[in-house]
């Protein structure tokens, strides 16, 4: 019975030393993940407004352009802000809308939880912000 205590206790002493097997020169690291913070340009936070931020409810233009590049119709579009990058910020629509037919132009609506990347910037806060706006566009009196 005393050699099988001495054995076993032996074993135990053996095995604990040799599972510590660390190396202290080991180039292993402790690693954390940081996030990439996504932010809009300057230059789109100036035109937009620093209340834009991921997640906000706002709201869109929907403009059909003729072949000359003459907007014809348009509609406002209730959309929430996905992502931002740069100088765009990706929007997914709220809503399904569809808009006249216009010559020279394939794509006359938008479906809801679509999904576009916002270049020139035209997103505001309120849908009335948004209806005056779009008023403006369909009058040919365009405000940069």
Known sequence: MKKTVAFISIVLIITSFGCKNENKN??????TY???SQKMSDALEKKIGSWAEQGS???????LTDGQGMVQDGAVIK???LMFKGDSVKMKSMVDIKLKEVEGCNKMGIS???????????????????????STVLS?????
């Open 34 to 36: 940081v996030e990439k």
């Open 26 to 31: 080991s180039s292993e690291g402790d690693y």
């Open 79 to 81: 959309a929430k802000i």
């Open 57 to 63: 409810d706002c709201y869109g233009i929907l403009a």
């Open 112 to 134: 809801k939880g679509q999904t576009w990347w916002e270049t020139e910037g035209d997103i505001f806060r309120t849908e009335e912000e948004a209806s005056e706006y779009l």
């Open 140 to 144: 040919g009196s365009i405000i940069e």
